[in-house]
């Protein structure tokens, strides 16, 4: 059974302190890693896709790695603006479902 | 160009009566989605569609029924409501890509409270 765990489940930075959130997950046939926003009272909005291990991609001040077994989102310089609760989603062999992790709650404090 | 909607953003039900949730996209693709998000639980999938007039069960179907007529709606009933349905509600859609990938774009959700 595909399953994503996330961690931590929330994280408070100072505003220019960088970090990373986690994304550890267990798929048959990874066909993407999925790497979402979400912001209170608002649905989640699409960040990234990684398909393969060793593969990165960047948006303003995040960047996403991904390994055969978990992946990384990097905030480098993190403002108020960034605070969200970020989610991660793999999508395995067959249909395209996605199966979630809980969510890492970031807070950034200027 | 409003991507996903979803209408009503808030209702309250007693339990026993019924309602019908709606979703529209206007990306014109081909699949929708409609999940459930609870605390501590990350978003879980209730039913899903490949296309106009097909219908499939995700991971918590029990109570729900859903519909696609038209490819751009897709519409999420609940027969006899439980506060265990308690929870708020996302619509998405996808559609391949040149890449192959099927990321997903959500609605803005519909927040569910049954007493």
């Known amino acids: 059974e595909d399953q994503v765990t996330q961690s931590p489940e929330a994280l408070r930075l100072q505003e220019g302190e960088s970090s990373s959130l986690n994304c550890s997950y267990t798929?048959?046939?990874?066909?993407?890693l999925f790497w979402y926003r979400q912001d209170p009272g608002k649905g989640p909005e699409f960040l990234f896709t990684l398909y393969s291990a060793g593969e990165e991609k960047e948006k303003e001040r995040l960047k996403a790695t991904l390994t055969k077994k978990e992946s990384f989102l990097h905030i480098t310089a993190p403002k108020p603006e960034d605070s969200a609760t970020y989610l991660c989603?793999?999508?395995?062999?067959?249909?395209?479902?996605?199966?979630f992790g809980t969510g890492t709650r970031l807070l950034v404090s200027p | 160009n409003a991507g996903v909607t979803q209408t009503p953003k808030f209702r309250v039900l007693k339990t026993g009566q019924s309602m019908t949730l709606l979703c529209a996209q206007d990306?014109?693709?081909?699949?929708m989605y409609w999940y459930r998000q609870d605390p501590g639980m990350g978003l879980r999938l209730i039913h899903y569609?490949?296309?106009?007039?097909?219908?499939a069960k995700g991971e918590v179907p029990d109570g729900y029924n859903v519909s696609r007529l038209k490819k751009q709606n897709f519409l999420l009933g609940l027969e006899s409501a439980a506060p265990s349905q308690t929870s708020v509600y996302f619509c998405a859609s996808s559609s391949r890509t040149s890449g192959g990938s099927y990321e997903q774009y959500f609605g803005p959700g519909t927040r569910l409270t049954v007493t």
């Open positions: 569609s490949v296309g106009e007039g097909t219908t």
């Open positions: 798929v048959s046939g990874l066909r993407g």
């Open positions: 989603a793999v999508r395995g062999e067959g249909f395209q479902k996605l199966v």
């Open positions: 990306m014109n693709h081909e699949y």
